[in-house]
């Protein structure tokens, strides 16, 4: 078969600059120990935060809402895939994150392209952090919207292109914990910068909820920010809550519109109801989840402290995400590697998912991960540390 037009060059291309993805195969469940293509790690690279994706009261749900309504939703949402469960759901995650409703989407990545075209368009602008998730960027240069990105973490950035923009809408759209650095955006300062000059904030929470605020609603829990500082809040299920897909809270009139014209929620399959029935049971676990909040902060502490200590660079981060910071994409997987053969598990995170030169190895933590657990990877990294 002959080539298309180069796409060989290209992955060979790839390979060179040691940026080739390849994918390991899980042979167990998610979970501090993994077995990975027949071999046992002790893996620090899941977003299972809370350790809740393999837990029996999950399972349980999961099963019992499949003997009941089985496995395939049938059809899409606004045709008869919408179970009494998506719908249960719904009002608990409304009124878990403080908003007058809430609506499911199948992932994040559509919940995030949903939303974003659903409030703009041509003739209207979106701000965006330099950093955002790839689909809050996918998002925005979908739009057709004046697509404009500011520094990250930096209100004042965006005030100045907000006060220079002459768009009849104003989306400014902000990862709340970024994914790939572990820091908080700054939002009571990007809130008020917004509603300052008409416009909306757009929160994507992947990695907050769960984690952040005392019920673990994430960071409008931990800021304290109503929908009107807040209008559009997207989280998804598939981290700390431990099951999968996701959602958007916000007023009355932002879920109605994401019903009528939300294309990734209008031409797709609902998720399967026991995906929802599960996560009504994770929700339970995530409220009352203040142990297992705590036993990730205590970690985290004892992570930061032993990795300073060994001389690595960490990022300014208080949540579990916790990127050691290496710069080439060679020595990334290099250490990666190096941990790998002593039977430890950690993702080396390479452009372009982040900028040239700040490749790093993302270390994420559980609250299903020990003192110990901890320990065993610092003695390892100490280990590596000659390859980096
Ligand atoms: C993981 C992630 C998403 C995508 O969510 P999925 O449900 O996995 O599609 C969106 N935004 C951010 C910030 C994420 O980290």
Not at 253 to 273: D, G, H, K, N
Request: hydrophobic share 45%.
């Amino acid at each position: 078969m002959s080539d298309f037009d180069g796409l060989s060059d290209a992955l060979e291309a790839r390979r060179a600059q040691h940026l080739y993805r390849r994918r390991r195969v899980l042979e167990s469940a998610q979970g501090p120990k993994v077995r990975v293509d027949g071999r046992d790690y002790l893996a620090f690279c899941s977003n299972d935060y809370l350790g809740l994706a393999a837990h029996p009261a999950l399972k349980q749900a999961f099963v019992e809402a499949a003997e009941r309504y089985g496995v395939g939703s049938g059809a899409s949402h606004l045709v008869n895939g919408h179970s009494r469960l998506h719908h249960e759901l719904e009002e608990a995650l409304a009124e878990f994150t403080g908003r007058p409703r809430a609506l499911l989407f199948s992932t994040g990545y559509m919940a995030n392209l949903g939303a974003v075209n659903a409030l703009i368009g041509r003739g209207d602008g979106v701000f965006e952090d330099r950093l955002n998730h790839a689909s809050l960027l996918d998002a925005g240069l979908l739009s057709g919207a004046r697509f404009q990105r500011y520094l990250h973490n930096d209100p004042e950035s965006l005030q100045k292109r907000l006060a220079g923009s002459q768009a009849a809408r104003k989306l400014v759209v902000t990862d709340g914990v970024f994914s790939m650095d572990g820091d908080l955006a700054p939002l009571p300062a990007l809130a008020r910068v917004t509603r300052e000059t008409g416009g909306w904030l757009m929160v994507d929470d992947a990695h907050g909820l769960g984690c952040l605020g005392e019920r673990g609603a994430g960071c409008v829990e931990h800021f304290n920010l109503d929908t009107d500082a807040v209008p559009v809040l997207v989280g998804t299920l598939g981290k700390a809550f431990g099951t999968g897909g996701a959602f958007v809270a916000g007023s009355e009139a932002l879920i109605e519109s994401l019903i009528q014209f939300a294309r990734p929620y209008i031409y797709t399959t609902a998720m399967p109801p026991a995906v929802a029935g599960a996560t009504l049971a994770s929700l339970k676990l995530v409220r009352e989840g203040q142990d297992r909040r705590q036993q990730l902060s205590a970690l985290i502490a004892r992570f930061r402290t032993g990795t300073e200590q060994l001389g690595f660079e960490l990022m300014a981060s208080a949540t579990p995400i916790q990127p050691i910071l290496v710069g080439e994409a060679s020595r990334a997987l290099a250490l990666a590697e190096a941990l790998e053969e002593q039977g430890i598990f950690v993702g080396a995170i390479r452009p372009p998912t982040v900028p040239a030169g700040s490749a790093r190895l993302r270390v994420t933590l559980s609250a299903a991960h020990s003192e110990r657990d901890v320990d065993r990877l610092l003695a390892a990294l100490e280990q590596a540390r000659g390859r980096r």
